[in-house]
Every structure is written in structure tokens, then in C-alpha cells.
């Protein structure tokens, strides 16, 4: 294991998107953010919904999950914003080194 972890994390729309993105780059909690657009399909308050989001993947390190997630419940609308955690098992060490450098 690398110690650095990926954060998933969607938002209603590319603006809060944006916002939410820069703040962990911009608080040294995160390397990177990258923003994709999805569709995604899920219960909410037992009704199915539909929505178009922007999906949020924050590069960082393990230690700093619980950081970086109060940082994004800071700044979203949702009342239960995704917050999920992916371990990155192997990587190039120089990404790795980058990455510890940046959030450190």
C-alpha cells in the first residue's frame, strides 16, 4: 500500500463543483481534484432519482481523509454528500513523491 487514496465525491452541478474542487488543492489537502460529468441513478428519501453531476476524484494520502471530507461538507448542498475513499495500490514514485510533496 501506497498510503495515498482517492476521494469520490459528487456535486449537483460543474459551479459548486469548481468551488469544492479548488479548496482542498488550495488548503494543501489534496494534489489534485479532477472533475467528470455523470448521470447517476440512486434512492433518495425512497424515491428514485435521476440527476446529472459532477463526480470529484481528490488525489491525497489516507491521513488526511478526515480533512479533506470536512473541507467538502463545508462547501456542499447535499445533505449527505458522498464521501468515499479508495486506496491507490500502486503508482509511479515519482507521481507519489509529487503527491506527498503537495499535501505533505
Not at 463545508?74 to 468515499?84: A, C, F, G, R
Amino acid at each position: 500500500m501506497t498510503g495515498a487514496i482517492t476521494i469520490s465525491c459528487a456535486c449537483p452541478g460543474r459551479e459548486q463543483a469548481r468551488v469544492i474542487a479548488t479548496a482542498p488543492v488550495d488548503r494543501r489537502l489534496a494534489a489534485c481534484v479532477q472533475l467528470s460529468a455523470v448521470e447517476s441513478v440512486y434512492r433518495w428519501q425512497g424515491q428514485r432519482q435521476r440527476d446529472d453531476e459532477v463526480l470529484l476524484t481528490a488525489k491525497t494520502l489516507a491521513r488526511r481523509f478526515d480533512a479533506v471530507a470536512a473541507c467538502i461538507r463545508e462547501l456542499h448542498s447535499y445533505t449527505v454528500p458522498e464521501l468515499l475513499a479508495q486506496p491507490i495500490r500502486a503508482a509511479g514514485s515519482d507521481y507519489l513523491a509529487w503527491l506527498e510533496e503537495e499535501v505533505g
